[in-house]
Structures are given as C-alpha cells and as structure tokens.
Nanobody, 115 residues
Framework: QVQLVESGGGWVQPGGSLTLSCVSY????????MAWYRQAPGKQRELVAR???????NYADFAKDRFTISRDDMKNRAYLHMSRLKPDDTAVYYC?????????WGQGTQVTVSS
C-alpha cells in the first residue's frame, strides 16, 4: 500500500519561501506523474504543479515563476519550492502520485501566509 507523507508546511510572512517535501515510505518501482494540489478553506482542491517521470512540468498560472516542482525517484520524493508567497497561497497542500494507474494522496500539510 502506497502512502505519501508531506512535510515542510508552516507559517511564513508574505514574500517568504517554503519547500514542501513528499515521501513514500513504501518502496515502489516507479511513480508515473507526481503533483502538488492545494485546497483553501471554502474552495475546491486545485492543481498547483505536475511533473512527469521524464521531468516535464506544468504549473497553474498562479504558480508560474514562483513555484518549482521537482522529484527524486531514487528517494521516492517530490518537492515543491515556493517563493514570493502571498496570503492567497494559504491552503492545505497535498501530494499526489500515480502508480500503475492508481492515484494516491498524502494527508496534506498546512501552509499559512500572513503577517
């Protein structure tokens, strides 16, 4: 059973940076796409960024030029580096990974951007 665990969330002032990490403690051969989503209070979950096994990435418009997704397949990890954070980025951030056609979600990590 694949389990994803996020870490790295917390409180940051506007303009600050955070790096989120996602790890699978169950060794898997290869994840297909990995992604980060977020869900703000009262809003639907939305895609932040996605990365393919080949390293191709795509970003939501709000994430372009501020966020960077990466992955380390040897360590079964994905990362989301976020910079120039804004209060609107406040949300629970979820890791997602696709393995053999099944999607898996982490439990989420809270990111709060406020002064």
């Amino acid at each position: 059973q694949v389990q994803l665990v996020e870490s790295g969330g917390g409180w940051v002032q506007p303009g600050g940076s955070l790096t989120l990490s996602c790890v699978s403690y169950v060794r898997v051969a290869n994840f297909n796409n990995m992604a980060w989503y977020r869900q703000a209070p009262g809003k639907q979950r939305e895609l932040v960024a996605r990365i393919t096994p080949f390293g191709n990435t795509n970003y939501a418009d709000f994430a372009k030029d501020r966020f960077t997704i990466s992955r380390d397949d040897m360590k079964n990890r994905a990362y989301l580096h976020m910079s120039r954070l804004k209060p609107d980025d406040t949300a629970v951030y979820y890791c997602y990974a696709d393995h053999l056609g099944t999607g898996y979600w982490g439990q989420g990590t809270q990111v709060t951007v406020s002064s």
